[in-house]
């Protein structure tokens, strides 16, 4: 018998075991290739959410995970105008930094506030995926939902008006270079 892992318990119980946002676990690979499961299948991919199926993973570093339900933060963004080759770097993961007037990403953007508007952000996404999951259950569904918002997992970019919350003087900033 193996180990239980989170999922497992409520669908022993009969109930849907879903996850909205960020849950990532780390399936034995070895094993899934020895058994032939795909790790992009929905079964490939309970396994590596914790043994819940995602109707929205979003851990922010595949912004275009679609699986099964999944619409993936890029398309939503995109859906929005806020376009790109990877439209959740450039909008969400990015800031303007306006003394040089240049685009700024990730952990090098730290103190400044993201491009995407509150409206779009990720909290903003996966609350709405969230909604959609609610609506898309029958009210006879037995159901067990974990949702995990990524931030502020990667605290050191926010939209306005949360950005204004922090005291710049409490952020520590990375130097990066090009």
Not at 3 to 30: C, H, Q
Not at 31 to 50: F, K, W, Y
Not at 65 to 80: I, K, M, S
Not at 142 to 170: G, M, T, V
Request: hydrophobic share 40%; proline share 4%.
């Amino acid at each position: 018998m193996s180990e239980l892992i989170l999922g497992d318990y409520p669908r022993l119980m009969g109930m849907m075991a879903v996850v909205v946002g960020k849950s990532a676990g780390s399936p034995n690979v070895t094993a899934l290739e020895t058994l032939d499961i795909d790790l992009e299948s929905t079964q490939g991919q309970c396994l590596e959410n914790n043994g819940l199926v995602p109707f929205e993973a979003y851990s922010g570093l595949h912004p275009d995970l679609a699986l099964p339900h999944g619409l993936g933060c890029n398309t939503y963004l995109r859906t929005h105008g806020l376009v790109g080759d990877n439209s959740w770097e450039r909008w969400a993961n990015s800031a303007i930094d306006q003394q040089v007037k240049e685009l700024v990403v990730g952990v090098c953007a730290a103190g400044l506030a993201a491009c995407v508007s509150e409206e779009h952000s990720e909290t903003v996404f996966i609350t709405r995926r969230v909604i959609e999951f609610l609506d898309f259950v029958d009210d006879t569904d037995s159901w067990c939902l974990h949702l995990s918002y990524i931030k502020s997992h990667w605290s050191y970019l926010a939209p306005e008006p949360y950005h204004a919350f922090y005291d710049q003087r409490n952020i520590a900033l990375v130097v990066c270079h090009k």
